[in-house]
């Protein structure tokens, strides 16, 4: 087995490590050790685009309802009549 030592280890990080180990019952070091070992575990995938990236966050919640307002009546399309061919190249 290896050794790995932690510097600079910040002190609230520290107790919040000793507070969670006791909740699960074991020592800090074996907590750190469940930590990194369930982290490193997660294969992280891609989701192949946004759409799909956007629903694995909000599915797992039900989803959300989002207002859709109401656009406006048609607006009339510009004329292009008014310019002549020169001016347009």
């Known amino acids: 087995m290896a050794n790995l030592t932690i510097r600079k ?3 609230k990080l520290k107790k919040r490590l000793r507070i969670r180990a006791a909740r699960h ?3 800090m070091e074996e907590e750190a050790r469940q930590i990194l070992a369930d982290g490193l575990a997660r294969k992280r995938v891609a989701a192949p685009n946004l759409s799909d990236a956007i629903a694995s966050l909000v599915d797992p919640i039900g989803g959300i309802e989002l207002d859709i307002p109401r656009r406006p009546t048609e607006r009339e399309p510009p004329h292009f009549d008014h310019w002549s061919d ?3 190249a």
Do not use: C, I
Request: charged share 55%.
């Open 9 to 11: 280890f910040d002190e």
């Open 25 to 27: 019952g074991r020592s």
């Open 86 to 88: 020169d001016e347009v």
